[in-house]
């Protein structure tokens, strides 16, 4: 990890230790408040103090009556320029909470809006970026190492060693691994009209994502997140012999939402995919921290497998007929 986001990082826990913290909300927009989502996840299972994560619009207007002095607010844009997260960021700040942005654009707006500012690296598909500085693992540096801080813990610190030392070479190993699979996928899914995403816990915001990014925004392909304990309340009633769907099993505490979802959904649909974190190569990361990586890797696996989509549709992920083009 280069020195930059070691200082940036050290500084913002730091001042999250020297607060008498009474809640933690994660804020952003589309594929970055998939992003967040996961770290809320992680407080929630590790320690009482509550969280919550919130679309950047509707944390403004919903304005939680916890939200104040005792509040860490973490918000992240990866343009740092969409307009509702540099003004939840701002919002939080007016109530006195402590202000943490994550972004790939020092200067940009959202990191002048923050108090702490964390910048990540990115790199188009398939360009070499070492694993440790993408958003997420910048975002899982800043969460254990809070954690760390705080009640210091074997778990934690082999949770960050976990990221320093052992996630670009789980990230490259499991690309190499579902390449073959992600070429299948483009080239038998690319006249589909509608594909669906099902997961739970840590991994549903991967399907998430999935859905309204990759699938809607980049593909204008239809598609929905159903969460693996709601498809039987409703959604499975869609489940037809021709209907696509992409099942995300982790290996955490939900994973039997997911069997479940998962074994109904093949007996009906043939066109059932699994990915399943049983069968990534998860060497490197430490076993007692595992469940809450899947989804770094199924997010991984998952752009790859929109990549060759695109490459088959012949509909690059970069095209836009609404989004930056039109006022919204
Ligand atoms: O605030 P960010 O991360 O720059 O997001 C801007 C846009 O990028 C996406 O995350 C993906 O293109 C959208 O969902 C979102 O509207």
Same mark, same amino acid.
């Given at each position: ?35 967040? &989502? ?46 509702? &997260? ?84 789980v990230?490259?190993r499991n690309?190499?691994l &579902? ?92 066109? &059932? ?6 069968t990534f190569d998860l060497e ?13 890797v ?31």
């Amino acid at each position: 990890m280069n020195q930059e986001h070691v200082q940036q990082l050290e500084a913002a826990i730091q001042a999250v230790a020297q607060r008498k913290v009474s809640n933690f909300y994660f804020v952003a927009c589309g594929g970055s408040l998939a992003n967040v &989502t996961p770290a809320q996840y992680i407080l929630d299972r590790e320690i009482e103090i509550p969280s919550a994560a919130y679309s950047s619009n509707e944390f403004i207007h919903r304005s939680p009556k916890a939200l104040g002095p005792s509040s860490v607010v973490i918000t992240c844009s990866h343009s740092g320029n969409t307009p509702e &997260t540099v003004a939840a960021t701002a919002f939080a700040r007016e109530k006195g909470a402590l202000t943490i942005c994550l972004t790939n654009l020092v200067d940009s707006p959202l990191w002048e809006a923050a108090e702490f500012k964390l910048h990540y690296n990115y790199a188009p598909y398939g360009e070499a970026l070492r694993g440790e500085e993408t958003s997420m693992a910048i975002l899982y540096r800043l969460v254990f190492g809070i954690l760390q801080t705080l009640y210091p813990n074997e778990k934690y610190a082999n949770a960050i060693s976990s990221i320093e030392n052992g996630l670009h070479g789980v990230y490259e190993r499991n690309k190499a691994l &579902t390449l073959d699979a992600a070429k299948a996928f483009g080239r038998n899914y690319k006249r589909e009209k509608l594909i669906y995403t099902m997961a739970s816990g840590i991994n549903y915001s991967v399907a998430y994502s999935f859905a309204i990014c990759l699938l809607q925004e980049m593909q204008w392909i239809h598609s929905s997140a159903i969460h693996s304990g709601e498809y039987f309340h409703g959604p499975f009633e869609i489940t037809d012999f021709d209907v696509p769907f992409i099942v995300i099993k982790g290996l955490g505490e939900t994973r039997p939402l997911d069997d479940r979802a998962y074994d109904f959904c093949v007996k009906y649909s043939d066109k &059932t995919i699994l990915i399943d974190a049983e069968t990534f190569d998860l060497e490197g990361i430490s076993p007692d921290v595992r469940s809450y990586f899947t989804n770094l890797v199924a997010g991984v696996v998952l752009r790859q497998y929109a990549q060759h989509l695109s490459e088959e549709t012949g509909h690059a992920l970069s095209v836009r007929r609404y989004m930056w083009k039109m006022e919204y």
